[in-house]
């Protein structure tokens, strides 16, 4: 996952798999159950592990329309077994850029969710592009308006509105820092991931005859190592299986 925040609940500690989707997708919930949440649940606990009274999936969608947050298993043949989880979802497209400018005027949300604001409804109106001028003001360091001008940049490629921001925020300085050159190269690497990930899937069907199972693609799709894919996509010729891709590297 993106993220993995604790937050203290009414009863205990409890943890949420967050992912960041630049566009969503369907295959969302399934990734957060049955590749971050099993993994969070199943993997030993050591002596620095915090107790986990329990743990949730979140998904927010930066782009793009609502999509299923539920996964169900039932069995035919046994009908006593089941399986089902729901994540939590959120589409900034459905969001009103009004209210997070309130909540942050009102010190509710912080200023660096400003740079959400091209991604939501009205997010492209001379009143909100004002609301982000003069909130953003309110940040006392020089380099932290900069990161924040340059976020907000970044996510108006994301809705096709970057020339009404870009021309608003003329004179503001739009740094160029080792963290945003960080975030730019996770951002390509992120997409170059995915585009292996979707190859595989797509030679790998060709290749077996069939679809990976469900927990095969929520491991493909939880890989965040980059030369491993490379490697996998290197092996597919080679193998029979999915199994003997997965499991033979």
Known sequence: ???????????????????VQAESEERSAGR??????SRLRSEPATPESLPLRAIGGVVINLTGPARSTRVQEQPTLARECSLEATILQRNL???????????VKALRASRWLL???PLMRGGAETGTIRGWLAEAAKL????????LAHLTLTFTDLTGC??????ALEGWTVIKSPYMEEVREAVRQEGRLEEIKATLL???KKKFGRGPTKKQQAELEGMTDLPR???????????????DLLNGD
Do not use: H, K, N, T
Request: charged letters at 30%.
């Open 1 to 19: 996952s993106d993220l993995v925040g604790v937050l203290q609940g009414a009863r205990g500690l409890e943890a949420f798999c967050i992912e």
């Open 32 to 37: 957060v159950i049955f590749g971050y949440l």
């Open 140 to 147: 006392p360091d020089e380099r932290d308006r900069g990161i």
């Open 162 to 167: 970057r020339e009404v921001w870009q021309q």
């Open 115 to 117: 740079a959400w604001l």
């Open 229 to 243: 894919l490379e490697g996998l996509s290197e092996r597919l010729l080679d193998v029979d299986s999915w199994a």
């Open 202 to 204: 797509r030679q790998g």
């Open 93 to 103: 497209r459905d969001m009103r850029a009004a209210e997070l400018l309130r909540q």
